[in-house]
């Protein structure tokens, strides 16, 4: 019932004010094809420094599309989680799609079969979002690339937005929300969807959940820094 009123409501606001791109406010789409293809991808240099705070021991590897600086990103990120803007996910989702494929053509992970996982919102978070963001972005990647997609991984604590502690609060906030109730993973390479990582807590956290459910190799993508 809620998501039928949250229809409705986007129905009538899409009559009353016309879709505009949020960056040049030219009308027809939320970002126009000119506004998108401003958005670039982090170089070697900006990942390296990037990386070096992050607390991502669990995982193979991390891949930071693009920079949380950049005016672009950063409102349609923000718009995405905060406004409620559920196909804004379709735009994150082509950026991340765009980057993956000029990433893995120099990699072996060209030719990795990969088991797509979102991070989870607690269902209480997701009830008030109205939508999953990662889910989102992770579904349309997956198609792309024809990786199967688990929703198997749950959050099944309701803690505080990691967005609001410090580096150690994150750490203790993380602890044993994660729970993976799929089958078991028998050295699969993961590769978790999100949308935006601090201090790599979550990802971290989610991905020892991962492994100690069998799987082999965890990746993350993810499409900025905050």
Known sequence: ML?????????ILDILFPIECLNCSQEGAYLCHNCFTKMKFNDETYLKNALANLKISELKKIYIAGDYESSILHNLIIKYKYNFISPLGKILADFLILFWKNETPSL???????????????????????????????????????????????????RSPQAQLNESERLKNIES?????????????????????????????????????GAKNVYALVLAKG
Do not use: M
Request: charge should be positive.
């Open 3 to 11: 998501k039928f009123f949250r229809r409705s409501r986007d129905f």
């Open 177 to 213: 929300v994660f729970a993976w109730q799929g089958k078991n993973l028998r050295s699969s390479n993961i590769l978790l969807i999100d949308d935006v990582v601090t201090s790599g807590a979550t990802l971290n956290e989610a991905a020892r959940v991962l492994k100690a459910a």
């Open 108 to 158: 072996t992970l060209s030719a990795t079969l990969f088991l797509v996982i979102p991070i989870p919102l607690s269902k209480k978070r997701e009830r008030w979002r109205g939508f999953n963001q990662a889910e989102i972005i992770a579904r349309d990647f997956s198609v792309y690339f024809k990786y199967e997609l688990s929703l198997d991984l749950k959050r099944i604590k309701h």
